[in-house]
């Protein structure tokens, strides 16, 4: 296997990364939040700022190309079973206690409401548990979670047993079907339009920046980081990059890509919380509706107020949103972690105990 060269590589987490997915799993929110209220009537108030928030999901993108890589490179004796074994631990449980709590709801406003619409069909229950790249989860954004789990399987094909350049050649075709299928409008059947979304070009932005960064060629990461922040909070106001329009993965997707490689360039600790609110954002990005319909339907009975009507009170549900992910995090994720860590570490272990028999 082809591993990054040795000089220069940097080593553990890069603790700058963290916030990014703090801020990106706020902007996810936020978008839901200004798009129910628009919804609702036509609401003009500030959260109109995060009408293209959707662009969190490029940031994770991005993020989660550099990371997969910047670890798995780090780590020659890491195997495929052992990246896939830790990816779905990471993933996948914490995923389904959250559609539980889904489903739950979605099963107690059904009898309470004597609507048997308001439950999930069969089929949409089978996308959401397997989660499948196509449409109509029952949590809306997971189809980004699944195009997610297809990178974890083409890297874990094509990067183990063939190194670097499998791994580049792999993505080449990813990203050239991508491409095809866009320009030739084959967007039916809906999973081709999964499978080869045309976001899959910024986990491959992210690979790239890690293997420029382990290579120790990255040179301007600051001023690159000043023009990230500038192009994405044009694309924020406008949905457009400078003017230019074209597909998520260029006017959304380039910008983050300079932020991630700034942001790599950023040295020393970050305090506490922040690394807790990034260790949260996958709690805050799964279950940030499920919080948001548990609070207006409350408000609403309570009160006979619609907080899609208030700026502040949409405030409030935003940083409801991260305290609640924050907490969870801290007193259930953290465990669980430590429990899977522990668990992936004693079967390899075993594995290599069985290897020198």
Not at 19 to 43: D, T
Not at 110 to 133: H, M, Y
Request: with cysteine; proline share 4%.
């Amino acid at each position: 296997m082809q591993n990054p060269p040795q000089s220069d590589k940097p080593s553990g987490k890069i603790e700058s990364l963290q916030m990014l997915r703090a801020v990106a799993a706020l902007l996810v929110a936020a978008f839901h939040l200004n798009a129910s209220a628009v919804l609702n009537g036509g609401y003009t108030g500030v959260f109109n700022l995060f009408e293209h928030g959707e662009s969190g999901v490029d940031l994770f993108f991005v993020l989660s190309g550099f990371i997969i890589y910047f670890t798995a490179a780090q780590k020659p004796d890491l195997t495929a079973r052992q990246f896939l074994a830790a990816r779905f631990y990471r993933i996948v449980p914490p995923y389904w206690a959250v559609l539980a709590c889904y489903i739950g709801l979605a099963v107690v406003l059904a009898q309470a409401l004597g609507d048997a619409s308001k439950l999930p069909e069969l089929q949409t229950l089978l996308i959401s548990v397997f989660i499948l790249p196509y449409p109509d989860h029952v949590i809306i954004i997971a189809w980004t979670l699944a195009l997610e789990l297809v990178f974890y399987g083409i890297f874990a094909l094509s990067y183990f047993r063939f190194g670097r350049t499998g791994l580049l050649t792999a993505m080449g075709i990813w990203v050239g079907l991508s491409i095809a299928l866009r320009v030739q409008d084959l967007f039916d059947p809906r999973p081709l339009a999964f499978l080869l979304h045309s976001a899959v070009l910024e986990f491959l932005f992210g690979i790239l920046i890690a293997m420029a960064v382990l290579a120790g060629r990255a040179p301007l990461r600051l001023p690159a980081l000043f023009l990230g922040v500038a192009l994405f909070i044009s694309y924020l106001m406008s949905g457009t990059l400078l003017g230019l329009t074209a597909g998520r993965e260029i006017v959304a997707g380039i910008p983050a890509a300079f932020i991630v490689y700034g942001l790599t360039g950023l040295k020393g600790r970050q305090p506490a919380w922040v690394l807790l609110a990034g260790e949260a954002s996958y709690l805050l990005y799964l279950g940030h509706l499920l919080l948001f319909s548990v609070l207006l339907r409350a408000a609403d009975m309570a009160f006979g107020f619609d907080l899609l009507s208030s700026s502040a009170a949409m405030w409030a549900m935003l940083a409801a949103a991260l305290g609640v992910s924050m907490a969870l995090s801290y007193y259930l994720e953290r465990p669980y972690h430590a429990w899977a860590r522990r668990r992936l570490k004693a079967r390899a272990t075993r594995a290599a105990q069985s290897r020198t028999v």
